[in-house]
């Protein structure tokens, strides 16, 4: 914004469109896993993070539990992690 002379509407606009929990869930749980995701190669392995809009008990809610556990077990050996961690903001 500092930059850009494109207004405050349009930053206002992107922000709240952001961290909208509801667009969120609409990526689906691959998308939010990828949306902001980041990888630390750490001494005892891969570790990755992803930070999501909704809190875990809204992505429990919305996909469910067994669903939820299967996309992160998938997304571990996928990216073969030794732990992925989820934080909600």
Request: charged share 15%; net charge negative; aromatic share 12%.
């Amino acid at each position: 914004m500092q930059h850009a002379d494109i207004g405050q509407q349009y930053w206002s606009q992107l922000n709240r469109v952001k961290f909208d929990v509801q667009a969120g869930l609409e990526l689906g749980l691959n998308g939010i896993f990828i949306r902001d995701y980041k990888c630390y190669d750490l001494p005892s392995g891969f570790m990755g993070a992803s930070v999501c809009t909704g809190n875990i008990p809204t992505l429990l809610d919305h996909f469910g539990v067994e669903a939820f556990g299967q996309a992160c077990k998938s997304y571990v050996l996928q990216k073969q992690l030794g732990m992925f961690v989820m934080i909600a903001i």
